[in-house]
């Protein structure tokens, strides 16, 4: 741990005290390395907290909200905001290492030398500043240990189905990967009102979990060929309705698409490592099935990300059952060593 001196929020900037931040994969691929980012850096954007200062001009968020981070902030005025697409906006294009103005709020104590942000959130702190457009105000009943969660995995995974894929009700929806993102993806798929609901992967306890969070059938993902020929079996008609990939390999990408029926649509979620291709038949396009992916599960974050934490407090979404463990910032580096294993669900840092 380092000791980091964190300036003032500037214009449009807001200090969040962090409660509790999630341990995601794409923090993982930024340390093992298949994702490149620059150095120094504090990662962490799952974040739930408190605020407790606003730089001038903050209209949206003031002293004492709770908040949970955006990390596609929203500008609410573009082209893609316009058009109720605020997780395509073009802010997403920014140099996010940095605030607005080019410069970082944050620097090692010690050595004076500035440290980057990571999607201007940087909730692995204990404090940080953050703009405004990348906070959502949520109701102050809500743990913020847990809704912290909302932030990233639940709304990628909750939003792939019900946003992206536009899950239908009667219908026949595979999910690729329980991990953090995937069981969200079968916990939506129950609320669409699914038929059934079919769970892959190669890790047994993964599977376990996934009928716990409502999938109806289990398919061994270790081997493709069977698994396509199971998931046919299970869904009929050639095929599924839908399939939501969370792993990001070509393997599971290309399972994703094959495992549709005519028609059928594929979502994938999962972040392939950089330099990542993959090839396939593109006459399956003709046959119209449709393969796309989503970013931030297509979420409008300040309508999508309290709903889906009222949810969760209505009793209709489950949280608390997706946490395999809670953290302090002196365990971290263990708690994704076990993110790497596979053998995490989601572990919680929560500060003191
Ligand atoms: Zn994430
Ligand atoms: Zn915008």
Redesign the pocket.
């Known amino acids: 741990m380092t000791e980091l001196e964190l300036d003032e929020p500037r214009a449009g900037e807001v200090l969040v005290r962090y409660v509790a931040s999630g341990l995601?994969?794409?923090?993982l691929h930024v340390i093992d390395g298949s994702m490149f980012h620059p150095a120094p850096v504090v990662l962490g954007?799952?974040g739930a907290g408190i605020v407790e200062a606003v730089g001038p001009g903050v209209t949206t968020v003031s002293v004492g909200d709770h908040v949970l981070t955006s990390?596609q902030p929203a500008c609410g005025r573009c082209w893609y905001c316009s058009q109720g697409r605020s997780n395509l906006c073009v802010l997403r294009d920014a140099n996010r290492t940095v605030m607005a103005d080019g410069t970082t709020r944050m620097r090692d104590k010690k050595t004076g030398e500035d440290i980057l942000h990571f999607f201007q959130l940087s909730t692995h702190s204990e404090r940080a500043v953050v703009p405004e457009l990348g906070l959502v105000p949520i109701r102050k009943d809500a743990p913020l240990d847990l809704a912290c969660l909302v932030s990233?995995?639940v709304a990628?995974g909750f939003g792939a189905v019900i946003n992206r894929a536009k899950v239908h009700t009667g219908s026949t929806v595979v999910v690729i990967g329980c991990g953090g993102v995937g069981l969200n993806a079968i916990q939506a798929a129950v609320l669409a009102g699914a038929a059934r609901i079919v769970a892959v992967d190669r890790l047994p306890h993964k599977l376990e979990h996934a009928r716990e969070f409502g999938a109806t059938h289990t398919v061994d993902g270790t081997d493709t060929e069977k698994a396509l020929a199971d998931i046919r079996q299970i869904c009929g008609h050639d095929g599924a309705d839908y399939a939501i990939e969370a792993v990001g390999a070509p393997a599971t990408i290309m399972m994703a698409f094959n495992c549709l029926h005519r028609g059928g649509t594929a979502v994938i979620n999962g972040i392939a490592a950089d330099g990542t291709t993959i090839t396939f038949d593109p006459r399956l396009l003709l046959t119209e099935r449709v393969l796309t992916g989503t970013s931030f599960g297509s979420i409008r974050s300040r309508i999508d990300l309290p709903m889906i934490v009222d949810l969760f407090m209505d009793g209709k979404f489950k949280l608390r059952e997706l946490v395999s463990r809670q953290v302090g910032l002196a365990e971290i580096n263990d708690a994704y060593d076990r993110l790497a294993k596979g053998e995490a669900r989601r572990e919680v840092l929560v500060y003191s």
């Open positions: 995601c994969h794409s923090d954007h799952e990390y990233c995995g990628t």
